[in-house]
């Protein structure tokens, strides 16, 4: 069956960096747009990231020039490399297999991302 599984997470500083990823498996991977998606206490889940299968990218304003989303096929996996980070960006970091021709959208159970002041 399909499996989202993150790491990465962890406690970091204000002006840090941590690098997120994402590996699947029961899918073929390299033929979905994938996703990258953050919940922080209190607040709705949002987009943070997202990639197409042949590279484009996406970003929440909020996250441009500080975080970059990338994909290795052959690893079956999607990264989200995050720099500069802020309080703000605390949250639990979800992957997510966005829905394609009928399929389904599938989500991993998450990393947190705490970035302490």
């Known amino acids: 069956q399909v499996q989202l599984v993150e790491s990465g997470g962890g406690l970091v500083q204000s002006g840090g960096s941590l690098r997120l990823s994402c590996a699947a498996s029961?899918?073929?991977?390299?033929?979905?747009?994938m996703g990258w998606y953050r919940q922080a206490p209190g607040r709705q889940r949002e987009l943070v990231a997202t990639?197409?299968?042949?590279?484009?990218?996406n970003y929440a304003d909020s996250v441009k020039g500080r975080f970059t989303i990338s994909r290795d096929n052959a690893k079956n996996t999607v990264y989200l490399q995050m720099n500069s980070l802020k309080p703000e960006d605390t949250a639990v970091y979800y992957c997510k297999r966005e829905s394609r021709m009928g399929v389904a959208d599938f989500w991993g159970k998450g990393t947190l991302v705490t970035v302490s002041s």
């Open positions: 990639i197409s299968s042949g590279g484009s990218t």
């Open positions: 029961g899918m073929i991977f390299s033929v979905y747009v």
